[in-house]
């Protein structure tokens, strides 16, 4: 056979069977196809007509033709086939098979992931909450607090005892920014303070009777003013749909267990993050008043064992799950903090 003839395989547009053909050059300009029963068919076409689909990994290259034909190569472009762009796509195809390349692609795209959710998802998430206009979080606010509502029911406290924290906390804890404080009877979520994005303090009657001095919501209730400060609620809502996006553009589908999972304990990584920040507000807004920290560490603790909290059982595996740190870590840091200012003092 002449070295400017090649075996391929042909489709001629008409039918989808794929044929043995052979292509030999005519000029520089334009080859020849021969196909069917004993090649008896020809065809002519320009290469200004053609279009190269590039060989990518074991699949070799593909030519489109002008009247849905197409050839398909069994190797690599022969020398003499004078497609425009040849050259650059043999090039690619060859990088494409080198180990050191594949073994670089791999590195850096894991590296780029990784830095995409350890700090470029975080980063967004923090731009955007701060920057999207205050009716926003209204709306998302409202559907929350309906939720929570109907998950609680009617206070019982006093309305002279109501009126007493609201009081403290408007002196005491609100700063520019107070919030609308609500009291509910816990039920099934207990003792516990929730702060919604419409600038609500939801504080339960199970958490206030829990406290054995006024300071001690107070400490909560500043805590919670940081989640609002700061727009936690937002920024969790945004780099858990920031990493369901990525997750679901590499697998495709982000309905099953395996993809969810993940996102969730990312997710819970970053509410880590945030009780944490809220932590250090509270910290920062007590001692400004003059408000001794350890009265939160006190009620951390009171709180942990009033939930049946295990401190023993608590394990680094259990902690990652946890959307909130561990407690005793907590508490470690309440009191690093009270006795780093008490040695400030003169």
Do not use: C
Request: charged letters at 20%; a negative charge; aromatic letters at 8%.
């Amino acid at each position: 056979m002449s070295a400017q003839v090649t075996d391929v395989i042909f489709y001629d547009g008409i039918v989808s069977k794929p044929q043995p053909a052979q292509v030999s050059r005519i000029d520089d300009q334009s080859v020849l196809i021969r196909y069917g029963e004993a090649y008896a068919q020809q065809r002519r076409y320009l290469y200004a007509d053609m279009q190269l689909i590039g060989a990518l990994g074991k699949i070799q290259p593909v030519v489109e033709l002008k009247d849905d034909a197409r050839l398909e190569f069994s190797s690599e472009l022969p020398e003499w086939f004078n497609l425009q762009r040849k050259g650059l796509q043999h090039s690619i195809w060859k990088l494409e098979r080198t180990p050191a390349l594949i073994l670089f692609s791999v590195v850096f795209v894991l590296a780029l992931g990784f830095a995409t959710i350890k700090w470029g998802i975080p980063a967004a998430s923090y731009h955007v909450a701060h920057h999207l206009p205050a009716n926003t979080l209204t709306r998302m606010g409202d559907e929350a607090e309906s939720y929570v509502l109907k998950m609680t029911e009617d206070t019982k406290l006093p309305k002279a005892r109501q009126q007493k924290i609201v009081t403290q906390y408007q002196q005491l804890v609100a700063g520019d920014q107070p919030a609308k404080v609500v009291f509910r009877q816990g039920g099934a979520i207990g003792a516990n303070a929730l702060a919604i994005p419409n600038n609500t303090i939801i504080l339960t009657d199970e958490l206030v009777a829990l406290a054995q001095d006024d300071r001690e919501i107070m400490g909560v209730l500043a805590h919670e003013q940081g989640h609002l400060v700061q727009r936690h609620s937002l920024q969790q809502a945004l780099s858990s749909l920031g990493f369901s996006v990525i997750l679901i553009m590499i697998t495709g589908d982000g309905s099953d267990l395996l993809t969810n999972l993940p996102v969730a304990m990312v997710g819970a990584s970053y509410s880590r993050n945030f009780e944490a920040e809220a932590d250090d507000y509270a910290l920062n807004a007590m001692q400004a008043q003059h408000i001794p920290t350890i009265h939160f560490a006190n009620f951390l603790e009171r709180l942990a064992k009033d939930s049946g909290e295990d401190k023993e059982a608590e394990s680094s595996v259990w902690d990652f799950f946890s959307s909130h740190p561990a407690t005793q870590e907590r508490i470690k840091a309440v009191k690093a903090f009270e006795a780093e200012h008490t040695l400030r003092q003169p």
